[in-house]
């Protein structure tokens, strides 16, 4: 998960570190232009990361009051010794997804070069600003735009169930069974890999890839890059984990690419029954042999292993918030399953929705867009600047970076009535809610020509999840749990429910 148990050394180091983060606000004043602009408290930020306070409570301690105080529905922070201006308006988040030659895609590995995260994260299409951008996305697209074969996320979720159904009696940690899963349909759909982390957790090839999750997501890591230049304990044995998983993704990468060039030499293409049912990696080197595509072996190597860090851990974590409200919320959750059942039918036994089922569920899709509003897996979105430029009265200039704080504006009470409530109704094509919604004010993957590749995938993963566990468990949440009147969670990086149990009682 995205909360890991640091080594002793590691928290002494954050300690350190977060005093050295002291001293640089007193050493690096922001720009003269930007200095009205509130500034977060960033110890008492840091702080909390390593107390394992929740996102709420950062928000409300933190952000809420600085942005109050803010003329310009703006705050400032440090980071990567870099000024950050994050903005809660949806009017700035429709200026920035749609100026993408002012506000360029930010390219994190540049303040990261030489760890662990840049070897992971690589040269990968979601940096990628203009022409290169453009070019890859030439290979990219033709995989992501088709009707995604839903029996695959089917299939996942039927261990799914069967690994549910036979645990023991109680509360379930649904942290790990969800990531076992969503992991499995990604490594499918990928580039046709079975993980088989359902069928055994203590895999080895699971296991790496939880080592190297854990590299990537470890919270000193993301806020002090270069503590990878420090000595620590298991750095070796860190380094080696991440090129035993780098040479496990060039082995396919190569094979595939030698299959499509094999194909092309044959002259034969894939049909078009073969292409709907074709792993996303197979239809990018399709793309490449075929269209003349410039993609390298390296960039497909760096979009596959971004497709995972990031594709998975998503909708993992999409899918533990939309059981958390549906055991908060009994008698939404029942309106959901009788979607299901109307859909599906209510015979006893687990059966997998086609694609079109799955886009039919409109209540359960509301739902998850519900859920993506009040708890959105991504709390900060960032943008490099090309030229200078206004926003809200504020000139900004290259050097510092704007932001959209996702979380903020999902939480605006300017664009959303009673906005700490679950109300999938919101999200009904014929409520007034829905009718009178600001642009942009519903932002969980981004927004413009650079919104989220991978949107459509996740949604139709999640429809099918959720109507498959609905029809097959009723969820509830233990008479102890935290999450009855609060709803604890992982801070940064990618934002999830901690700790999360939930009885799966089963219907058959």
């Known amino acids: 998960m995205l909360e890991i148990n640091l080594s002793s050394f590691a928290n002494l180091s954050i300690g350190l570190l977060a005093i050295a983060v002291g001293a640089l606000f007193w050493a690096l004043q922001p720009p003269s232009n930007i200095r009205e602009v509130p500034s977060a408290n960033m110890l008492k930020f840091y702080w909390y990361v390593l107390t394992k306070k929740s996102r709420t409570d950062i928000h409300q301690d933190i952000f809420a009051p600085a942005f109050a105080k803010s003329k310009y529905k703006a705050i400032r922070f440090l980071l990567f010794a870099r000024w950050i201006v994050i903005f809660s308006d949806a009017s700035v988040a429709k200026k920035m997804f749609l100026d993408t030659t002012t506000f360029k895609k930010f390219d994190v590995t540049k303040y990261m ?231 599906l039918g209510d015979e006893p036994k687990d059966i997998m929705p086609t694609f079109e089922q799955a886009k039919s569920l409109k209540y359960i899709d509301q739902i998850i867009k519900e859920s993506q509003r009040k708890n959105p897996i991504v709390n900060i979105i960032v943008r490099d600047l090309s030229k200078p430029v206004e926003v809200n009265g504020l000139v900004l200039e290259p050097g510092v970076f704007p932001g959209l704080y996702v979380y903020g504006i999902h939480h605006n009470e300017q664009y959303y009535d009673e906005p700490d409530s679950f109300n999938p109704k919101r999200f009904d094509d014929e409520s007034e809610d829905n009718r009178k919604r600001v642009p942009f004010s519903w932002i969980p993957f981004g927004g413009g020509s650079r919104q989220c590749l991978g949107m459509n995938f996740s949604i139709i993963e999640q429809r099918v999840f959720l109507s498959m566990i609905l029809r097959k468990f009723t969820l509830e949440l233990p008479k102890d749990s935290p999450y009855k009147n609060a709803i604890p969670s992982t801070t940064i990086n990618i934002v999830a429910p901690r700790d999360l149990a939930i009885n799966f009682i089963p219907r058959y």
């Open 113 to 343: 070069k030489g760890t662990l995260n840049a070897q992971l994260l690589g040269d990968s299409l979601v940096f990628k600003n203009g022409q290169e951008w453009r070019s890859h996305r030439q290979v990219v697209n033709p995989a992501f735009h088709r009707s995604w074969p839903t029996d695959v996320f089917g299939n996942v979720a039927k261990e799914m169930i069967g690994v549910l159904t036979q645990m023991p009696k109680g509360p379930v940690k649904v942290d790990g069974v969800l990531h076992r899963a969503t992991l499995d349909a990604l490594g499918r759909i990928a580039f046709e890999y079975d993980f088989g982390a359902l069928r055994d957790e203590k895999n080895e090839s699971y296991e790496l890839y939880k080592k190297v999750l854990a590299v990537l997501q470890s919270p000193i890591r993301i806020v002090f890059p270069m503590f990878e230049k420090l000595p620590y304990p298991h750095k070796a044995q860190n380094f080696r984990n991440v090129s035993q998983f780098n040479k496990s993704i060039d082995d396919v990468v190569e094979r595939k690419l030698r299959q499509g060039i094999e194909r092309k030499e044959a002259g034969s293409q894939l049909t078009m029954e073969e292409k709907a049912n074709s792993d996303l990696l197979t239809l990018m080197v399709e793309a490449k042999v075929n269209k003349g595509g410039e993609a390298t072996e390296k960039e497909f190597h760096d979009n596959i292993v971004l497709f995972y860090l990031a594709g998975h851990e998503t909708t993992a974590n999409a899918l533990a918030f939309i059981m958390m409200e549906l055991a908060r919320a009994p008698e939404i959750q029942q309106l959901a399953r009788e979607e299901a059942i109307k859909i």
